[in-house]
């Protein structure tokens, strides 16, 4: 039985004590119920975890960040390494498409990144999924297939805990316009597929697989009701901690 994931990226926005305000809201707001139904993560900017993460001792609400780099330590101005963040969080984003899209993340960078991140403790949640002219082109099954064959290829699973996936279709993405269930569901019933072929079968049905795009508290039920969603991966929606957390009641409420 798969536990479900909310998981908020917050991107790159809010002040630290803005993101203390919305991380207390929704820490404050979540029952004992909602909580120990679905897994909730949040993934601020680098610079609230540490706060974040004293703010998150004791809670259910686990932290995430959203970027991290393949190498333990070293000159690389500007980048953050695996065991800073093993420290302060639990999660990682490893190729969101806006990392690929905007900062060249290739294939080969992302298959770096999950391996070292397993590796040092931390849990990636992999992002996959497919562009508008892929998606028109037809191709994108076997497009995210290959994501998810390459992010996979320099590592070991060792549990189905260990990663996580999320189906995040570039076209939904901060559109308003998120996939149907039923398309989420067909792509992300390949992506347990493929895990099966990769990892083996066992850990493939625990392997949690989130949908991302548009998704809030109007649509976030009709995408738990498909048998192998397990959550979403929330953009803008994780900003707004009431839509947020209804999100959270609601696949709760869809798994009870
Ligand atoms: C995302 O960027 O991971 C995302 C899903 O964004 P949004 O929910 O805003 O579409």
């Not at 959203?66 to 963040?85: C, H, R, V, W």
């Not at 992002?127 to 028109?136: A, F, H, K, M, Y």
Request: charged residues 20%.
């Amino acid at each position: 039985m798969r536990t479900p994931m909310i998981a908020g990226n917050w991107k790159m926005n809010t002040s630290v004590s803005e993101g203390v305000a919305l991380f207390r809201t929704i820490r404050d707001t979540l029952s004992e119920e909602a909580v120990a139904a679905v897994e909730v993560v949040c993934c601020p900017p680098f610079t609230h975890v540490p706060t974040l993460a004293t703010e998150a001792a004791g809670s259910s609400v686990m932290l995430g960040a959203q970027n991290m780099y393949f190498e333990d330590k070293g000159a690389y101005t500007g980048e953050i390494s695996p065991g800073m963040l093993a420290d302060v969080c639990t999660y990682v984003i490893i190729g969101h498409s806006e990392r690929r899209q905007f900062f060249n993340e290739s294939d080969e960078i992302v298959a770096l990144k999950v391996a070292k991140a397993i590796k040092t403790g931390l849990r990636p949640i992999i992002c996959v999924g497919e562009s508008l002219d892929i998606r028109n082109a037809g191709s994108y099954v076997p497009h995210v297939v290959a994501q998810v064959k390459a992010a996979l290829s320099k590592c070991s699973v060792a549990s189905a805990d260990a990663l996580v996936f999320a189906y995040e279709p570039i076209w939904a993405i901060g559109t308003g316009l998120a996939a149907s269930a039923g398309k989420a569901q067909e792509v992300i019933y390949a992506i347990r597929q493929t895990l099966g072929a990769c990892v083996g079968d066992a850990y493939a049905q625990d392997i949690r697989i989130l949908y991302g795009g548009s998704s809030t508290d109007e649509n976030i039920g009709r995408f738990m009701a498909e048998s192998d969603i397990d959550g979403a991966l929330v953009g803008g929606a994780s900003l707004k901690a009431d839509t947020f957390t209804a999100m959270v009641r609601i696949a709760a409420e869809a798994r009870g």
